[in-house]
């Protein structure tokens, strides 16, 4: 317990992900990203101080309910399951899930195409729930950092990648260039959010700096640098 600290003096420790570009990653010892720079800008607004914490999503959603860090800004999908054991900011970003398959695959078209497929995403995402949920899906597996499933997908040793759509955007660009091709639709509307243990003190001040932040222009230069406008 940490009474007797003002959340105004308090370092709080705050998970991001080592692997998820263009969000939060590491980079030549330093953590980079658009949400890496978006809370530099909220934790100013709300005056929180921090030191960031980078691990793979697997071990974050343990670390944020043992308390070992106190909020975990790693583009965490909002939804129904985790709201059971987390508590989330307002939502921060819009996206959703997307099939990607090798450029010379002439059969997978939609996730109606994956049945009797194999699919590779990481563990403990919410690409790896959806995709486990398909119907007739052969096999899904999970890899505890995304390269490997996308390492996994160039050597044609599994038939498609279901992950978030950001993420598998920038994969095609570095890694996956005249490789790899987006098939279908945008799957699973999802929106990122700031996760903290239930009973955070934290979120409300979160929020309301997370309003600022979009009402002052600070979110909309953030999107325009990382997105491209
Ligand atoms: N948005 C996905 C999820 O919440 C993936 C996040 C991540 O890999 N850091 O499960």
Redesign the pocket.
């Known amino acids: 317990v940490t009474e007797g600290c003002t959340a105004a003096n308090k370092t709080l420790k705050v998970g991001i ?1 080592s692997n ?1 570009r263009p ?2 990653y590491s980079e030549g010892g330093e953590n980079k990203g658009f949400e890496v720079e978006l809370w530099k800008a909220i934790s100013k607004e709300a005056n929180l101080k921090y030191e960031l914490v980078p691990m793979q ?1 697997s071990e ?1 959603n343990k670390a944020v309910q043992s308390g070992k860090v106190d909020l975990a800004v ?4 909002v939804n129904k399951a985790r709201k059971d054991n987390f508590v989330f900011s307002d939502p921060y970003f819009q ?1 959703g899930l997307v099939i990607l398959t090798n450029s010379d695959n002439g059969q997978i078209k939609s996730k109606d195409d994956l049945a009797g497929k194999v699919v590779a995403t ?1 563990i ?5 729930t959806y995709a486990s949920g398909l119907t007739g899906i052969k096999e899904v597996r999970g890899y505890p950092d ?1 390269s490997e499933a996308y390492d996994k997908l160039k050597n044609k040793s599994v038939d498609a990648v279901i ?2 759509e950001r ?1 598998v955007h920038d994969f095609q660009q570095n890694g996956g260039e005249g490789k790899v091709k987006i098939v279908g639709e945008t799957l699973n509307k ?1 929106s ?1 959010a700031v996760v903290a243990k239930k009973r955070s003190k934290y979120i409300g001040r979160i929020n309301q700096a997370i309003g600022k932040v979009v009402k002052d222009g600070t979110y909309e230069t953030l999107y325009a640098k990382w997105f491209g406008g």
């Open positions: 992900e998820f969000f939060t999503q974050l790693a583009g965490m999908t996206t990481k403990g995402s919410t690409a790896y995304i992950f978030d993420n999802e990122y």
